[in-house]
């Protein structure tokens, strides 16, 4: 654990308070700070501005980064770092962030080593995503590196640094090594330049270092991207075409977003096994400089956080079986699911920011519009069952109703309930563990899982003692399948309890959903967490 430091900087705007550094680029500070108005936590970006600049410029500046970044919030929901608040001070642009629940791509490289092709394409799939959406409304990203990109528990990643570029006297700068060879040349840029930073990315994520060397000064780092031979990928397999193909040093050449898509999507298409049983790194940590207390508030904050999702795509929910009481059994009413192509695993979003997902969870590869679930990794502390690849004391249960999955030692269906012929809910559990699955299926769950847990599920649980719901209601895919996540607390009992809620769809109006459902406090230990994943790497649908 990381503990955090007596901060001597004076308050920023005499309101924010920087507490420890995340992480440097060449023209750029990232800090974990907090507001001492409201004691909530944030993350203050410290930016350089060109010597000279006038207040009324400074002003103008700030205001665009604010106003980019609701741009983009609507454009890519959960998937672009809110800025709250932009001020000029002292010649430094100082931007304010709602804190990411998650941990910089680089410094998740560096704690973990290069990743292989297939999380690297989920990766490179979750950011072309962001991009789309940027490029179709004319917004050029240009800066995009490692240092702009957070991985969620759960594998998603949430993207900063829209409209920062030209903030700075030379804003190509903050990341050398990533800069495109237009911006080299100081020429003017457009999503051609994105489309380099992604292949940049790309090629470090697989190779463990940037394309170009990052030499002792920028301009001589520059000089590099702009005039040398890029020196052939050796361990990206099949992304090696797409490395290239984003890396041409002309932009009139280089691959378009949807040769990229294509590339990236064959990458996962060719190695289905991989995307499904590549194991994610479980390694959770409190957020650099903030001791436990500060860190839960630092989550709770960052819940709202929108979080580009690696594996890509919004799990989509079905709508609640009519009839249920999600009081009766800690649960909130399940929402039936839509699938994708396979879904991240949930996000703590309250008690204190993990780097990495419940369980496996840094990679999920994405299918358009989404991406793919994430792979559960085994629990720290559980070995697995020899011949079964499950944890110990797991065994793969088959219900009557044609559905499967694994269940911990002890669990069986608690009860059932239908609705004539169009749904059913099945509630497992065991005997004296408050923990409870709810799977729910319904013929009748729509076409938009987002609006089904927005519109038909929530209304209901807001009625629920204590009821919150934590973060967004994010889009994402599960199996291949379109699916939204959602997460909330409540008050069973006398008791806070905590559900993740995952929904998809499998076609013709029909969905699945899974509530996992567990005393708030105890959501954060290793065998919850490892229930979660092994409940989502080995639910499977009847066969059809």
């Not at 974990?32 to 410029?57: F, W």
């Not at 004391?393 to 044609?402: A, K, M, T, V």
Request: proline share 9%.
């Amino acid at each position: 654990m990381v503990k955090a430091h007596v901060s001597t900087h004076e308050l920023v705007a005499g309101r924010y308070r920087p507490l420890d550094v995340l992480h440097r680029e060449t023209n750029r500070t990232c800090w974990y700070g907090e507001d001492v108005g409201s004691e909530r936590p944030c993350l203050l970006t410290e930016i350089a501005l060109p010597a000279g600049t006038d207040e009324e410029t400074s002003l103008r500046t700030a205001a665009g980064v604010v106003r980019m970044s609701k741009t983009m919030r609507v454009l890519s929901p959960g998937r672009i770092a809110a800025v709250v608040d932009a001020v000029a001070q002292d010649g430094v642009l100082w931007t304010v962030t709602e804190p990411v629940d998650g941990i910089p791509l680089g410094e998740l490289l560096g704690r973990q080593g290069t990743f292989d092709h297939v999380r690297a394409a989920r990766v490179g799939l979750e950011l072309l995503e962001v991009l789309e959406a940027a490029h179709g409304e004319g917004i050029t990203h240009g800066e995009l590196s490692p240092g702009q990109v957070f991985v969620h528990h759960q594998g998603s990643v949430v993207v900063t640094g829209f409209g920062l570029a030209g903030a700075t006297l030379a804003p190509r700068l903050s990341a050398p090594s990533y800069a495109s060879p237009e911006q080299a040349r100081d020429e003017r840029i457009g999503p051609a330049a994105d489309l380099w930073a992604l292949g940049a990315i790309l090629y470090t994520l697989v190779e463990g270092r940037p394309p170009f060397r990052d030499r002792d000064r920028p301009a001589a780092t520059l000089k590099g991207v702009d005039r040398l031979p890029l020196r052939a990928p050796v361990r990206a397999g099949p992304l090696t075409p797409v490395v290239q193909g984003l890396l041409r040093k002309s932009s009139q050449e280089r691959m378009s977003r949807a040769s990229a898509r294509s590339a990236l999507l064959r990458v996962l298409d060719e190695d289905p096994q991989a995307a499904l049983q590549e194991e994610q790194p479980r390694s959770r940590r409190v957020l650099h400089g903030v001791a436990p207390g500060r860190g839960s508030r630092l989550l709770v904050a960052g819940t709202a956080l929108a979080v580009v999702t690696v594996a890509a795509a919004v799990l989509v929910v079905t709508k609640a079986l009519p009839g249920s009481d999600s009081s009766t059994t800690g649960e909130a009413p399940a929402p039936s699911a839509s699938a994708s192509a396979s879904a991240p695993a949930p996000v703590p979003p309250a008690p204190s920011p993990s780097v990495t997902a419940p369980g496996n969870r840094t990679d999920e590869s994405p299918r358009p519009p989404s991406s793919p679930a994430p792979t559960p990794s085994p629990s720290r502390s559980a070995t697995p069952t020899a011949g079964t690849g499950l944890p110990a004391g797991y065994r793969e249960y088959h219900s009557p109703e044609g559905f499967s999955l694994a269940l911990p030692k002890g669990w069986k269906p608690l009860e059932t309930s239908r609705q004539e012929d169009l749904a059913y809910r099945v509630t497992f559990g065991a005997s004296g563990d408050p923990r409870t699955l709810a799977v729910t299926y319904s013929k009748a769950v729509g076409t938009d899982a987002v609006a089904v847990w927005r519109d038909d599920v929530e209304p209901g649980l807001r009625d629920n003692p204590g009821y919150e719901r934590l973060g967004d209601i994010r889009a994402t895919s599960y199996q291949g399948r379109q699916a939204a996540d959602m997460q909330w607390v409540e008050e069973v009992d006398g008791t806070r309890v905590r559900t993740f809620g995952r929904g998809f769809l499998i076609g013709e109006g029909r969905g699945y959903s899974l509530r996992w459902t567990t005393p708030a406090a105890d959501w954060n230990d290793d065998a919850n967490q490892e229930a979660l994943d092994t409940f989502l790497r080995t639910f499977r649908v009847p066969s059809s």
